[in-house]
């Protein structure tokens, strides 16, 4: 199975400030099957990225996502108050598993 | 706009069959696969299975042998059991639909405890 790691676990930054989060593969993945996530404190999970770079409906510009093959990142531009939450990255599986999700940044503020 | 209403027991002993529900709205089941998927703290998120409009399903591996996902297309809905639980499937359990590449929408999540 492809594990996804991400990093740093925890980014601690001010609002305005950029963040990068970067999840990376243990094998080259479909690019267009790499997802990005963002969940607040009891809430579910909102899909923010999908293809690694296309932002959901609705989704701010602040938000972007890029990379291929292993390695992928997802920036926060210019952070606003609401965007401190915890952050995944997703894999989907034609076959087996089918979802697989990366342990999850938190960006909290600093 | 879809939207995902669920429900079910929050509160299960040891052994018990853990049931839940999930109401579709704004939607037809053509198209996605209608997933669960749930949240604890030691194991993160972590996707138990899927159903399509065709009843077709898909199971984690490791929960294959306790789990039921089965859809109702005249309710609009579909649901999950699974069976013998253990304090390990204390979690919060998520609906949510899915399509290639993405799950784009998703229920308010139904946390489940079981405890003696």
């Known amino acids: 199975d492809i594990v996804l790691t991400q990093s740093p676990g925890t980014l601690s930054l001010s609002p305005g400030e950029r963040a990068t989060l970067s999840c990376r593969a243990s094998q080259s993945v479909t690019t267009s099957y790499l997802a990005w996530y963002q969940q607040r404190p009891g809430q579910a999970p909102r899909l923010l990225i999908y293809g690694a770079s296309s932002r959901a409906t609705g989704i701010p510009d602040r938000f972007s996502g890029s990379g291929s093959g292993t390695d992928f990142t997802l920036t926060i531009n210019k952070l606003e108050p609401e965007d401190f939450a915890v952050y995944y990255c997703q894999l989907y599986g034609p076959s087996f598993p089918r979802w697989t999700f990366g342990q999850g940044t938190k960006v909290e503020i600093k | 706009q879809v939207q995902l209403h669920q429900w079910g027991a929050g509160l299960l002993k040891p052994s018990e069959t853990l049931s839940l529900t999930c109401a579709v709205n704004?939607?037809?089941?053509?198209?996605?696969?209608w997933s669960w998927i749930r949240q604890s703290p030691g194991k993160g998120l972590e996707w138990l299975g899927e159903i399509n409009h065709g009843g077709y399903t898909k199971y984690n591996p490791s929960l294959k042998s306790r789990v039921i996902i089965s859809l109702d297309t005249t309710k609009n809905q579909f649901s999950l059991k699974l069976s013998s639980v253990t304090a390990a499937d204390t979690a919060v359990y998520f609906c949510?639909?899915?399509?290639?590449?993405?799950?784009?929408?998703w229920g308010l999540g139904t946390l489940v405890t079981v405890s003696s």
């Open positions: 949510a639909r899915a399509e290639v590449g993405m799950i784009d929408s």
């Open positions: 704004g939607a037809s089941f053509s198209g996605y696969y």
